[in-house]
């Protein structure tokens, strides 16, 4: 039985253990900027049989700092999300956070996939007053506001911490 549970236990390290890691940077061949990102990694456990997902990463450019969503939806839900529809983050001690998209972005409707989904990917600009905000609270809730109307997504405190060790590496 410990034998067992030793296992089960070393699976979900290891399932863990490869979860802030940064994409190989990229590095401008003209102006030799780097650009740093963290793998995408799931808000909600990885053994979840949801389609309603949110994942995230960080992208650092040139002076700039993006949150990037990724989301999945159940279903062939075709929406748009624009300037002016705003993510808003809602953390465990009530405060809101509130971040603005980077230009416009259409769900793709997986129809090749079973059961079929909509997925999106969004990018949302912050400021490091925002990722000070971000590493030092936990967050509850998360919002994306669409065309369709808004989706909401609940997140652990365990997978809360994902959020601020992809800041640690990306900041660092």
Request: charged share 20%; glycine share 6%; net charge positive.
């Amino acid at each position: 039985m410990k034998k067992c549970i030793f296992i089960v236990a070393a699976m979900l390290l290891a399932f863990n253990a490869g979860a802030q890691k940064l994409q190989k940077p990229v590095i401008d061949k003209i102006t030799g900027d780097t650009t740093l990102e963290t793998k995408e990694e799931p808000l909600q456990s990885k053994l979840s049989l949801s389609l309603h997902l949110i994942g995230c990463s960080i992208l650092k450019g040139r002076g700039v700092y993006l949150l990037y969503f990724h989301t999945k939806e159940a279903g062939d839900w075709d929406f748009v999300i624009q300037d002016g529809y705003a993510a808003v983050i809602k953390f465990t001690n009530g405060k809101l956070l509130q971040l603005n998209t980077v230009g416009q972005h259409y769900s793709k409707i997986m129809y090749d996939a079973t059961p079929v989904f909509s997925d999106t990917s969004i990018p949302y600009s912050i400021s490091n007053d925002d990722i000070d905000q971000l590493k030092n609270s936990k967050i509850a809730v998360i919002r994306i506001n669409t065309s369709v109307g808004s989706f909401d997504y609940s997140v652990s405190d365990a997978r809360s911490e994902i959020v601020k060790k992809q800041l640690d590496l990306i900041t660092k």
